[in-house]
């Protein structure tokens, strides 16, 4: 028990005005007596009306006298010393950085969990026993302080709020969160602040000013064991591609892994790294065959999984490199160059014998870069037919103009142009086709313009990879004197070689890249295609849309692994650009509690007991595990019932 | 107004036997019911005596003078009337007790209003010295005599002694001293007289000891017939209370408790003593009836119990 203000007892000065209001009160009920003969002798003999006899006898003046103490004493703000109970406001800040998705070790014989896990079920625990009548406050922290409830009373709701938080794997706002707590707390006297982390904190926490206790719970022993990777990247080299990763040990403990690298889902090489205490090995992977995206991942069961993968893309030249095999054709040549790619030009000799032919088989070699577009002009080489060369074409973007085979005459007829990219510009307006090859359509061609049912222009996908044929020889036409044509061939390689993924490269989570949208978009999202997005299930998460659409600054997702940002246009089209979404690489270190923060608790602490001993109140010794549980609420309660039986009184008619 | 509102007639027909219990015989203008100490001319035979000359011949003896030859004259028992005079406290103190309602409804228990009651009481009183051949006076007096009635004989005057009382309105203070110090306030005549009062009176006892010795000394046999409400017997008050006198309109706050109405019984009790006391040193009849009783527990009780009235 003890007094909240003992300045409430100034208060008590209405206990003796009310009883000078009962003694100076001069309503007398007039009653009409024959005579007062006998009562002045009464009176005279009694002094009946000395002040203190009216207060006699009186319930009336007991019960106000009652219902004034209680008044007066429920405003020196009395309380019970309860066990336990809390502080009135209790803000809770929750570390909901990648490190808290750290397994905790199996040792215990439980299971192994994550620490976040461990961490809600101590929230809940310390909710439940040192905070039962407190108002709750989670924040919890992502790229910001997030707010999750404030001031809540209801428990359930606050337990509820617990469950759903969630770690977050970008660069979390530490030192922000704290701040937040700082500030909520700022004017409050008997509120407290708990921090439940995993002691892996960035930033200096001491730099932050608080008024009221804090307490740090540290979730989960940090025997940290962590293998990392740190850089993953793949280059082109002359013979193929070459990966290099570079895994750190952040544990104190010599280890060995294996690392995995794997190209478009298909495990390609396997390294074993020696992984000595605290330091990075550097693996270099060589000849690694054409793949889109490359995944590296550590083999091993190590207690934060998020820095175990780490992906790569074959980076498309920026400007398309172009095998030009022609015979000659200038507007071709020129056409090409000017869409501003690199045209490598293969002068093919005019068809010989079979002799030549085969001689050349045997000495042209594959180029040793491989081109993101073959345009083939003409009869098809035969020593393109076969080998590497087939091979190449079969994975890069082919074009091919004319070529042989039997002729069906057009006569000029008009062209008739169906709905396509290569088409997007053209009219093929007064150009002249005198005759189309006529051969047999391949299954992935669709005609994209003909000529009297005569298809002269095909497009498609083989194997993936697009494929647009001219059934015209451009000798036979006149089309590359219109002024269309530059236009057609620049359409043309664009859509020949735009079609692939484009990669956004690697992006810590959480962050704001800048993606470019086309125009035509409609929609847009997120897809979880592979890694720890993909093993947690994350759904799809619809791009942010800003007053004109889908806006170009998009938050990357917090959650590990590799994702594809995918556009649809109106017609249904897809495209989509892949990106890594890795954690934040702080989160990796183990094993090094940020000592500031133990010291802002004991500062904290240090303060309120100053402020204590000045007060002069006696709380020290309380100050432990035990809590004010105010007893207004009791005493307004009794007040009123005293005030009741006052009125119950009242009604039945004068005192006595 | 008619007197079967003052007294029902079958009390009255009772009242009518009765008669007034005074020790004195007083001489009178009229033959009354009641014998003379003096001789006198009524039917009762006393004795005889010589003729002297100047005696009334009517009496003379003609049988014995025949018989014996000397004059003798018979002499007769006086009979003579009795003064009655009836004293009714018509003052504010006395008009209490009894609702409206209840005025007219002599059936009930219920406290009777004083004054009425006084009325009734002097009505009876007067009732019986009437058909006593008694000569009645009757008195209304506060602290003045605010009302008197020629003297009355004979039933048949009974019912202008009653509208008489009854008309009579109550008001002002009460002072027997000043009210009885009026000149021809006290009778000429010896005889008897009833006070009806609740002697709330300012002035002390010894004043009303003086009042009643020259009552005394005026031959009046006096009756004190105190008339209390059962609320002056037994005050039920309680709270903070101004007690507001009815006659001075003053008042006097009292915050009533127990120990208070205790000492009020107690100061009732001796100022009856007291009065009681100075009444019985003049050798005065003291009566105290309650406004609760009925008339005829009052007459047939109260006043044939103490001998004032004879059945």
Known sequence: ?656 | MTSTQLLPSDLMVRLERLSLGSGKRVAGMLQGKRRSSRLGSSLEFADYRAYTPGDDIRRFDWGVYSRTGKPFIRQFMDEQELMVSLYVDCSASMDFGGTEAEKGNRSGRAAENKLLFAKRLAASIGYVALCSYERVGAYCYSNRLDGRLPILRGRGAANRLFQFLQDMPSGGEGSLASALGEPGAIPRLSGMTWIFSDFWLNEGTAEIGSILSRLAGAGQEVVLVQVLSPEEIHPELSGDLRLIDSELNTGREVAITGRVLQRYREELAHYQSELRKTASERGISWVTLSSDMTLQEAVFGVFAGTGLIRV
């Open chain 1, 1 to 656: 028990m003890g007094i909240g203000s003992w300045l409430g007892l100034w208060f008590g000065l209405s206990i003796p005005a009310i009883l000078a209001m009962y003694l100076l009160k001069r309503k007398f009920l007039d009653t009409k007596v024959p005579s007062h003969l006998l009562w002045q002798k009464v009176l005279k003999n009694l002094e009946a009306n000395r002040p203190w006899q009216k207060l006699q006898n009186r319930l009336l003046l007991w019960l106000q006298l009652l219902a004034a103490a209680l008044l007066v004493f429920a405003l020196m703000k009395p309380f019970w010393w309860a066990p336990g109970g809390g502080k009135e406001h209790v803000v809770l800040v929750a570390d909901t950085s990648g490190s808290m998705s750290a397994l905790t070790s199996a040792a215990q014989g439980s299971p192994s969990q994550e620490r976040l896990q461990q961490m809600k079920r101590e929230m809940k625990d310390f909710i439940k026993q040192k905070a039962k009548d407190s108002e709750i406050t989670l924040l919890s922290m992502n790229a910001e302080p997030n707010l999750l409830i404030s001031r809540e009373k209801d428990h359930s709701r606050a337990a509820e709020a617990v469950d759903s938080l969630q770690v977050y794997f970008g660069r979390a706002a530490y030192d922000e969160t704290l701040s937040l707590a700082s500030a909520l707390t700022r004017e409050e006297k008997d509120a407290e602040v708990v921090v439940f982390t995993d002691g892996l904190w960035r930033g200096d926490p001491s730099s932050i000013p608080f008024q009221v206790p804090v307490r740090v719970f540290t979730v989960g022993e940090q025997t940290g064991f962590n293998l990392s990777l740190q850089q993953f990247g793949v280059k082109d080299e002359p013979g193929g591609k070459t990966a290099v990763v570079v895994a750190k040990n952040h544990s104190k403990t010599a280890s060995s892994t294996e690392i995995n690298l794997y190209g478009d889902g298909k495990l390609l090489q396997t390294a074993y790294a020696d992984m000595k205490p605290e330091a990075a090995v550097t693996t270099t992977f060589r000849d690694l065959p054409e793949a889109k995206v490359y995944r590296a991942e550590l083999e091993g069961n190590d207690e934060y999984p998020a820095d175990n993968e780490a992906y790569a893309f074959s980076q498309p030249n920026e400007t398309p490199r172009i095998l030009l095999l022609t015979r000659g054709n200038l507007f071709l040549e020129k056409g090409l160059q000017l869409t501003g790619a690199e045209v490598v030009k293969m002068a093919l000799p005019e068809e010989d014998s079979g002799a030549v032919d085969s001689k050349q088989t045997s000495e042209t070699t594959v180029p040793d870069h491989p081109p993101d577009l073959i345009v083939i002009d003409g009869q098809m080489p035969s020593f393109a037919e076969q080998g590497e060369w087939k091979k190449l074409l079969d994975r890069t973007p082919v074009w091919t103009l004319g070529g042989g085979g039997s002729k069906v005459n057009v006569g000029g007829g008009q062209p008739k142009l169906e709905s396509h990219p290569v088409n997007r510009y053209a009219s093929y307006n007064g150009v002249y086709f005198s005759s189309l090859l006529e051969r047999k359509l391949p299954d992935w061609a669709t005609p994209v313009v003909s000529i009297e049912n005569h298809p002269a222009v095909i497009a498609g996908t083989e194997n993936g990879e697009p494929r647009l044929s001219f059934l015209f020889d451009l000798q036979e036409t006149d089309f590359p004197l219109s002024a269309e044509f530059p236009i057609v061939v620049h359409e043309a390689v664009s859509w020949l070689t735009n079609s692939g993924g484009k990669s956004l490269g690697r992006l810590t989570a959480g962050t704001r890249v800048e993606i470019p949208i086309a125009a035509d978009t409609v929609s847009a999202r997120w897809v979880a295609k592979d890694g720890m997005a993909k093993t947690k299930n994350v759904a799809n998460i619809e791009a942010e849309k800003g007053d004109k659409g889908i806006s170009a600054l998009q938050q990357v997702p917090s959650v590990p692994g590799l994702y594809a940002f995918e556009q649809e246009n109106s017609a249904g089209e897809k495209s989509e650009y892949l990106a890594e979404s890795s954690a934040d690489p702080y989160e990796a270190q183990t094993g090094e509690k940020n000592g500031k923060l133990a010291a802002i608790g004991q500062a904290a602490d240090g303060k309120e007991t100053a402020a204590n001993a000045e007060s002069g109140a006696a709380q020290d010794k309380h100050s432990g595990n035990r809590s004010k549980t105010p007893l207004l609420t009791l005493l307004a309660g009794l007040a009123l019932l005293v005030i009741l039986v006052e009125w119950g009184v009242y009604q039945r008619g004068r005192s006595i």
